[in-house]
């Protein structure tokens, strides 16, 4: 059983360097994306076209098939390839892309001709209330509505190519989405153009850029597909067992986003908030899609492989190991955050529309939900574990409850602080961290019954290690960031060195802790990236 676990470990590593290159790109042309929407886009135009249109309808639709479709379609195809053909593995393949495409034509379609109906159900903006809004809500819905189809499918070719180990491809597909999304933005501002309308072209475009890049990715397979309705296949009803669980428990998760986001934001009729709340996310996303996501999706058909074998002692050695390489990576970020947001924030989206109040309202988001951070890098990997034992109510149940707590939270927030625009995001993000850390935890817990994972009292005295090392770094970078001539520069430049300032700061003290107190997950770290790049090199 021990001779294995190296090879895994490398194997495993191995396509998620191949991941990250893809992802790094994918979310630097996400950044750019950002900075140029902050810094050319008006609020209003900002929280209708982008979090409301795009963000919390097309995308949201699109994430709920995704979040389905990888859990249960990948375990079956694999099953089917390995246990029986790849014959009939593209069999059960091609009934689901087939119903895939009806069923988002017909959604594409209905927001195509009913996109006030969908305004209606998800804000509460109203033709008479908020005519301006309602209408830009309503003209972008509809303009929209094609990128569904193509992000969708790009979610199945997506789990398709990681079923053939062929992780690059697929990462990249969303790389050259968003490349094409701020191409379409540049080309708006150069040539004078209505920025929210080239936004909007880009974001279609890029659906469609998306899907033609996992097809060449699928070229040597495409041979394979025919449209088919196989609906009597039995791999079609076993990931349907799988899908249906999974699906009520993402359409919760779903519906707090929609809640926390845009439903009780869009009553307080304030400019602004939306977007502080959105871009507030950007960060704790992009590093959670950057490593722990990336690192899932390389385990994943790994994990299943273990769970085939019955090999529990080493699923729980890998998803133990890596946890902890990532709770050394993450919870450090989570304090450098918290006392660098303001400056951070100023940094990367500050100019143009992106004022002192946009700064001041991004920064209390950033710090709340960038201390979610730990805690979703290790759900992102404990969920995997999961889906490859295929538990999947458990799985749901838990997301259910802990989904409710945060829209609890958001809502106290609106009912009692809705003057108060700080406190209400804070008390959305807030709510959402403490809900994800309850989680985590309860995942891990209930995991603990397929795998050994995390033993407490060895777990606790490592996270107790973590926070003082994290802790002591994050105090000398505060003292860097106020006390002496740094605290008085201004400006991009002098934000620039104010952060290089703290970060080195903060870096010296974290790794000199780490060291210490023999934190040795962050070595481990370290010695894979630098043997990584010399083969590379």
């Known amino acids: 059983m021990k001779a294995h676990k190296p090879t895994l470990e490398k194997s495993i590593f191995k396509a998620t360097?191949?991941?990250?290159?893809?992802?790094?790109?994918?979310?630097?042309?996400?950044?750019?994306?950002?900075?140029?929407?902050?810094?050319?886009?008006?609020?209003?135009?900002?929280?209708?076209?982008?979090?409301?249109a795009f963000e919390n309808c097309i995308y949201l639709l699109f994430l709920i098939g995704e979040e389905v479709l990888g859990p249960a379609f990948l375990p079956v195809f694999m099953r089917e390839m390995n246990v029986k053909s790849e014959k009939s593995a593209w069999a059960f393949a091609n009934t689901i892309?087939?119903?895939?495409?009806?069923?988002?034509?017909?959604?594409?379609?209905?927001?195509c001709l009913f996109p006030g109906s969908a305004v209606s159900f998800l804000t509460q903006w109203s033709a008479v209330a908020s005519p301006e809004k309602f209408k830009l809500a309503q003209d972008s819905v509809r303009s929209l509505a094609p990128a569904l189809i193509g992000l969708s499918l790009g979610s199945t070719t997506y789990v398709l190519l990681n079923s053939y180990k062929r992780f690059f491809l697929a990462a990249f597909g969303d790389a050259v989405w968003k490349f094409c999304v701020v191409a379409f933005l540049l080309a708006g501002t150069l040539s004078s153009k209505d920025s929210a309308r080239m936004l909007v072209w880009g974001l279609v475009a890029g659906s469609l850029c998306k899907l033609l890049t996992h097809l060449f990715g699928l070229r040597d397979?495409?041979?394979?597909?025919?449209?088919?309705?196989?609906?009597?296949?039995?791999?079609?009803?076993?990931?349907?067992?799988?899908?249906?669980?999974?699906?009520?428990?993402?359409?919760?998760?779903?519906?707090?986003?929609?809640?926390?986001?845009?439903?009780?934001?869009?009553?307080?009729?304030?400019?602004?908030?939306?977007?502080?709340?959105?871009?507030?996310?950007?960060?704790?996303?992009?590093?959670?899609?950057?490593?722990?996501?990336?690192?899932?999706?390389a385990a994943f058909p790994f994990f299943c492989d273990l769970v085939s074998k019955e090999d529990a002692a080493g699923l729980g050695h890998l998803v133990t190991r890596f946890g902890r390489m990532l709770l050394s990576l993450f919870a450090p970020v989570a304090f450098f955050v918290a006392v660098a947001a303001v400056p951070l924030t100023a940094f990367i989206f500050g100019g143009g529309y992106f004022d002192e109040v946009a700064v001041r309202r991004t920064s209390v988001a950033l710090t709340f939900y960038t201390f979610a951070l730990p805690a979703a890098a290790i759900e992102t990997l404990v969920m995997q574990a999961f889906f490859a034992n295929r538990r999947m109510i458990t799985v749901t149940l838990i997301g259910i409850v802990f989904s409710s707590l945060s829209m609890v939270f958001s809502w106290i927030g609106i009912r009692y602080y809705g003057g108060r625009d700080l406190v209400v995001l804070a008390f959305i993000a807030g709510g959402f961290t403490v809900s994800r850390l309850l989680k985590c935890f309860t995942l891990v817990e209930m995991l603990k019954k397929n795998a050994p994972v995390f033993p407490l009292v060895e777990t606790l005295i490592f996270l107790m290690r973590v926070s003082a090392a994290a802790g002591c770094a994050a105090f000398g970078a505060w003292m860097?960031?106020?006390?002496?001539?740094?605290?008085?520069?201004?400006?991009?430049?002098?934000?620039?060195?104010?952060?290089?300032?703290?970060?080195?700061?903060?870096?010296?003290?974290?790794?000199?802790?780490?060291?210490?107190?023999?934190?040795?997950?962050?070595?481990?770290?370290?010695?894979?990236?630098?043997?990584?790049?010399?083969?590379?090199a």
């Open 97 to 111: 892309l087939t119903l895939q495409f009806i069923v988002l034509a017909c959604l594409a379609l209905a927001l």
């Open 17 to 52: 360097f191949l991941i990250l290159i893809a992802h790094q790109l994918f979310k630097l042309a996400g950044l750019i994306q950002a900075k140029a929407m902050g810094h050319y886009l008006p609020q209003d135009a900002f929280d209708v076209v982008y979090v409301f």
């Open 480 to 536: 860097s960031l106020r006390v002496g001539w740094l605290s008085g520069v201004g400006g991009k430049a002098g934000e620039a060195l104010r952060l290089a300032v703290a970060g080195g700061v903060f870096g010296v003290l974290y790794l000199a802790a780490a060291y210490g107190l023999r934190i040795a997950e962050m070595h481990e770290v370290f010695s894979l990236v630098r043997n990584k790049l010399r083969k590379q």
């Open 221 to 297: 397979k495409l041979r394979n597909f025919r449209p088919a309705l196989n609906l009597s296949h039995p791999a079609f009803k076993t990931m349907l067992m799988l899908a249906v669980p999974l699906l009520l428990g993402i359409l919760v998760a779903k519906m707090r986003d929609q809640v926390n986001h845009v439903y009780l934001l869009s009553s307080l009729d304030r400019s602004g908030l939306m977007q502080a709340n959105s871009m507030g996310r950007k960060l704790q996303s992009t590093l959670l899609y950057l490593v722990p996501y990336t690192l899932s999706i």
